[in-house]
């Protein structure tokens, strides 16, 4: 028997899967173009560009930020399987890693003559932090490779080596006003809460990935010129604080709105995974009830 088409009203899975991903993939990029408007529209508002400082330090925090969004937001909306995700979280990491010291290198050799090696030793921090994310996509890299007991134990370290390291960063990165140091460790403290959580969870990355949503947009709150400004307006740093909270927050609410809620009704009778989890905590529910 040859190949038939599929019933009327129907849709082959392959079309399914399909329309499914690029409905999602244009959902993330609206998120993330509204969010980079609302971003970039803060700092228009205060003119973070009104020195070579303050201009610096928008591309400084956010390259990070974006980083670490990329890795919540995956986190917390994407459902892959443990050795996919090492894979996609490692490239990304080792990506970055390049981009970042590649880019410093550069610009190190061009304004101090070439003089790298008393450049790193004395000025390295942020270059230094960013070998380190790269070691730890060549660590995701390698875990799915690896035996698969090793792996699955393995596969979240690199998370708590990050969070390790960027508290040790962050102790290191001075800071101009008190504003700017409540919001790096308040990020900070996001990334470790992220990170720990990936290991503890180790079957759930989705309270880590909103954890890390959080640290990346106080991380990006933190720059100089937002908080040079905040200084100067005589802004209550708590308040500060919680209003850049509010953001990723409400970020997080519409990225589970988008991709975290299923619907009741589904095409052709099937049940989402949502809808079969209760049922099957109902039937465990009444099993109970019936034995008591």
Not at 99 to 124: D, M, N, P, Q, W
Not at 231 to 242: C, E, F, P, Q, R
């Amino acid at each position: 028997p040859g190949w038939s088409p599929p019933p009327p009203g129907t849709r082959a899975p392959f079309a399914m899967d399909a329309c499914r991903g690029s409905r999602a993939l244009r959902m993330h990029v609206i998120l993330a173009a509204g969010q980079l408007a609302v971003l970039t529209s803060i700092c228009a508002s205060v003119n973070v560009w009104r020195s070579p400082l303050t201009s610096r330090q928008f591309p400084g925090h956010l390259g990070p930020g974006l980083f670490i969004a990329a890795i919540g937001i995956s986190a917390l909306c994407a459902e892959w399987p443990w050795r996919r995700r090492c894979e996609i979280e490692g490239r990304l990491s080792v990506t970055a890693s390049i981009v970042y010291v590649s880019g410093e290198t550069l610009e190190a050799t061009i304004s101090k003559g070439g003089r790298l090696a008393s450049f790193y030793i004395k000025h390295g921090l942020h270059a230094w932090m960013a070998f380190v994310v790269g070691l730890c996509g060549a660590m995701l890299l390698l875990v799915p490779r690896l035996e698969p007991t090793l792996g699955y134990r393995l596969k979240d370290v690199a998370h708590t080596w990050f969070a390790v390291a960027w508290a040790w960063f962050i102790y290191q990165h001075k800071q101009p006003n008190e504003i700017g140091v409540s919001m790096h460790w308040t990020a900070t403290a996001w990334i470790v809460i992220g990170g720990f959580m990936r290991t503890l969870k180790a079957d759930n990355p989705k309270e880590s990935g909103a954890a890390y949503i959080l640290a990346a947009y106080t991380f990006f709150g933190g720059q100089t010129g937002l908080t040079l400004w905040a200084d100067a307006a005589s802004a209550n740093v708590g308040s500060y604080v919680l209003a850049w909270h509010a953001l990723p927050i409400v970020a997080i609410l519409c990225y589970l709105r988008v991709f975290g809620v299923t619907s009741k009704a589904h095409p052709g009778g099937s049940q989402g995974e949502g809808d079969l989890v209760a049922t099957v905590e109902e039937g465990l529910l009444a099993g109970e009830a019936k034995r008591g």
